[in-house]
């Protein structure tokens, strides 16, 4: 059975402007993620950036692969080499977007039984594992505070109120390389799999969004509505984006 995404993404009740960004090609079965950072020109741009060069890349190496899942990983590379390559590249010749960037989540699944998940991550995009009876993260955020946690310097409680919080270590488009997170895992036919930018997770702990994700059977596109419908009654502090992705006939 083939997998299938569904997305929305919203401003929110605080941002004047709208910095995330989100492709959905649920014939690749492939879905990206993406988050302009904050406080920096050309967030939007870089974003948009990112998925388009992301999805072409993808689909230009598959026209060679075969898109064999042995070569997912090496394909996933190249594209987000090739994202980080052209947002350098449109500062170079638009010097006011200096210092632009995003964080980046994409998710693909292999076409041939077992369903196998690559993931992709960079920045604090964030891929979820949704199953029946609970919520996995499957990113690991590549930010300060999660590297003081990491350290032992600072508690989650610490750092879910520290003033840098919002920093994040590693971005799309900030230097020369980027040094991505790579992970791939088997899927069963009931599992689903959540991308996100931070807009959601700032205002909602993961049992919460579990708790808004498996209430009742509903239709993905129902689940993405509420999920952001909630982030924004709490706040709306920052752009919600979320894709959900299924396999057909699976809420």
């Known amino acids: 059975m ?35 950072m904050g406080g920096r020109p050309g967030g939007d741009i870089a974003s948009q950036i ?10 230009e190496s598959m026209a060679d692969t075969q898109g064999e899942p042995a070569h997912q990983q090496a394909i996933l590379e190249i594209a987000m080499k090739s994202a980080n390559t052209a947002i350098r590249e449109e500062v170079q010749r638009r010097p006011k977007l200096a210092g632009m960037g995003t964080t980046a989540v994409l998710l693909w699944i292999s076409s041939s039984p077992p369903s196998q998940a690559t993931i992709v991550h960079i920045g604090d995009s964030r891929a979820y594992l949704l199953q029946q009876d609970t919520i996995t993260q499957l990113s690991t955020d590549h ?86 419908t909630e982030a924004n009654r709490l706040g709306g502090q920052d752009n919600t984006t979320v894709i959900i992705v299924g396999q057909n006939g699976q809420p």
């Not at 990112?50 to 689909?59: C, G, K, R, Y």
């Open 2 to 36: 083939k997998w299938e995404g569904t997305g929305l993404t919203d401003r929110g009740k605080v941002r004047a402007s709208k910095q995330d960004a989100f492709a959905i090609n649920n014939p690749l079965q492939l879905w990206v993620v993406a988050d302009g």
């Open 50 to 59: 990112a998925v388009n060069t992301i999805m072409t890349s993808i689909q």
């Open 143 to 228: 930010s300060w505070v999660i590297e003081q946690i990491q350290q032992g310097l600072l508690s989650p409680e610490e750092a879910s109120i520290h003033p840098m919080q919002n920093a994040i270590t590693r971005a799309l488009g900030i230097e020369p390389t980027s040094a991505p997170d790579i992970r791939t895992l088997a899927l069963q036919p009931t599992d689903r799999v959540l991308l996100c930018t931070d807009g959601l997770t700032k205002m909602m702990s993961d049992q919460q969004i579990f708790n808004r994700t498996s209430s009742s059977q509903r239709s993905r596109e129902d689940y993405c509505q509420e999920l952001i």
